[in-house]
């Protein structure tokens, strides 16, 4: 269950926003469209006084208590936390809560010998005898910059409370992709992932003709602080985050957008010809690209246009994307056209 909320959080409201969730956990609880997961979405949220962030607190410990939730995931909506002077994003994530819930798991254990609840900050998770590794490795996982992120999470931990296994399996490796603190590859593996990369974003496309699209893409290194692009300036090549990690922004305002590998970015600009729309930076270590410059675009385009006709369906792709998750938050502008 996602609850997005938006406006101003304060003590005449949060009641109303509390009694509501409450509301419908306890209509679901005992069906079948009882929630494992609840995310409480603040990104639209413009501010929210201390008796607010006070009972978002409350709130969390509640749905876990008395409405059987086991995972809760709370987002942001911005690096820089919640927007409240109070120390939300430390409250939601105590460690205290291990130490109560184990102690208390302990007890029913002793009890009745039932399955017991074992808390890792936010996050709860039914457990028969062992403790999930998963949850283990990702604590901090519990609060998120970004919806993305959360749904991310939330799909991982239920995969691992459905197959623990799943994620040790040889063949899981074959399906995963470098993670943004990847730094050092082999060439043909770089080539291998973006060929897999672009596969992703082009899923009914034949194996070959991705492969042709790959040979069009030249290989980039960036390093922390490298300015990629800088709005306003010409769109001259389209880009394809290989690893590390990227930022977009718009100059002049707080709005940003991370971008992790296996994203492109700058194919609207290419395809149209149109000024950069935002700033682009590196903010990894090191982050490795394959760039599809403007010359080599106009000569897919002449030389295999059946090709260069995948690079038009990203950029529909990825417009739909957009325009289809800013119809959802109509108010927020951190959506940016990359």
Wanted: proline residues 3%.
């Amino acid at each position: 269950m996602i609850v997005q909320l938006q406006g101003h959080l304060f003590f005449g409201n949060v009641v109303t926003i509390s009694s509501f969730i409450k509301t419908q956990l306890q209509r679901k609880k005992g069906t079948l469209e009882e929630p494992l997961v609840v995310i409480i979405d603040f990104t639209l949220v413009l501010g929210m006084d201390s008796s607010a962030a006070h009972a978002i607190a409350k709130l969390k410990k509640t749905m876990h208590k008395s409405f059987n939730v086991e995972i809760s995931v709370f987002v942001t909506g911005s690096g820089d936390g919640f927007p409240c002077e109070y120390a939300l994003s430390r409250e939601l994530s105590k460690k205290w809560e291990v130490q109560e819930k184990h102690e208390m798991s302990d007890k029913n254990d002793a009890d009745d010998g039932a399955s017991s609840v074992v808390s890792i900050g936010t996050i709860s998770v039914s457990r028969t005898g062992f403790y999930s590794n998963l949850l283990e490795m990702h604590p901090s996982e519990q609060v998120c910059e970004n919806l993305d992120m959360a749904l991310i999470f939330a799909e991982d931990m239920l995969v691992e409370r459905a197959n623990p296994t799943l994620f040790r399996e040889e063949n899981f490796c074959d399906t995963t992709y470098p993670n943004d603190s990847i730094v050092m590859m082999f060439p043909d593996e770089e080539r291998y992932y973006a060929t897999k990369f672009l596969k992703n974003v082009c899923p009914n496309a034949d194996e070959a003709d991705v492969g042709r699209l790959c040979s069009y893409f030249r290989r980039e290194e960036y390093f922390e602080n490298d300015v990629i692009w800088k709005q306003g300036t010409p769109s001259t090549s389209a880009k394809l985050l290989i690893s590390g990690t990227i930022k977009s922004f718009l100059e002049g305002t707080n709005t940003t957008e991370i971008v992790h590998s296996g994203k492109m970015i700058g194919e609207l600009g290419l395809v149209n010809g149109i000024d950069r729309l935002s700033t682009v930076v590196c903010i990894s270590e090191k982050a490795i690209i394959f760039c599809l410059s403007k010359e080599s675009w106009a000569a897919m385009v002449k030389g295999e246009p059946r090709i260069a006709r995948l690079i038009d369906e990203i950029a529909i792709e990825y417009l739909a994307h957009r325009v289809q998750h800013v119809s959802n938050r109509v108010f927020e502008t951190r959506c940016l056209p990359i």
